[in-house]
Each structure stands twice: as structure tokens, then as C-alpha cells.
């Protein structure tokens, strides 16, 4: 079976999402604006969710975490939660 490890920010609005994923972009640490700013209690650590299989997590998410490309900041990404920045930081077929 498959397994991924990822970390991830979590956000009320698409907009904050996406103004922090350019800040990431232009060379923030993910680390450091997941502890500034993720709403989800992994934000402490953050933002790693540690390794996971397919159904842990809620459907979007994994559609983009067993799907898109390793290592790559991914979103924003709406589920049920709000927005999420995804980053892939490991994954075995």
C-alpha cells in the first residue's frame, strides 16, 4: 500500500492561502509560516502531519497528496477544514 508523509497549512479564506504560498515561493521557510500562521494543531510542528496511507486523510487532500508532484507546495486546496497549502515531503508507490 501506498504511504505519503506531508505537512501542510491550514487557512480560513483562499486569499490568505494563496498570498502565503507566494511568500513561500519567494523563499520562506514552510516550517515557519505554518507555525505563524496554520489554524490546525500540526501548525505547532510545522505542519507535518507525519506519514499517512490513502483514507487517513479527507478525499481532496489525498487526491493531492498521492497524485501531484513530491517536494512541490500544492493548493490552495479546499476541503471541509478551509484552505490548505500542501507540501509532499515523502511518498512510496
Known amino acids: 500500500m501506498a504511504t ?3 505537512r501542510h497549512i491550514l487557512v480560513s479564506s483562499q486569499e490568505e492561502c494563496g498570498k502565503l504560498k507566494e511568500q513561500i515561493e519567494n523563499g520562506t521557510d514552510f516550517a515557519d ?3 505563524e500562521h496554520s489554524t490546525c ?3 505547532k ?3 507535518a502531519l507525519g506519514e499517512f496511507s490513502p483514507g487517513q486523510m479527507v478525499s481532496e487532500f489525498d487526491q493531492v497528496v498521492f497524485n501531484e ?3 512541490k507546495v500544492h493548493g490552495p ?5 478551509g484552505y490548505h ?3 509532499i515531503t515523502d511518498r512510496t508507490e
Not at 77 to 81: A, L, P
Open 33 to 35: 509560516v505554518a507555525k
Open 85 to 87: 497549502l500542501i507540501e
Open 41 to 43: 494543531p500540526s501548525g
Open 4 to 6: 505519503a508523509k506531508a
Open 77 to 81: 486546496v479546499k476541503t471541509d477544514f
Open 45 to 47: 510542528s510545522g505542519g
Open 69 to 71: 508532484e513530491v517536494g
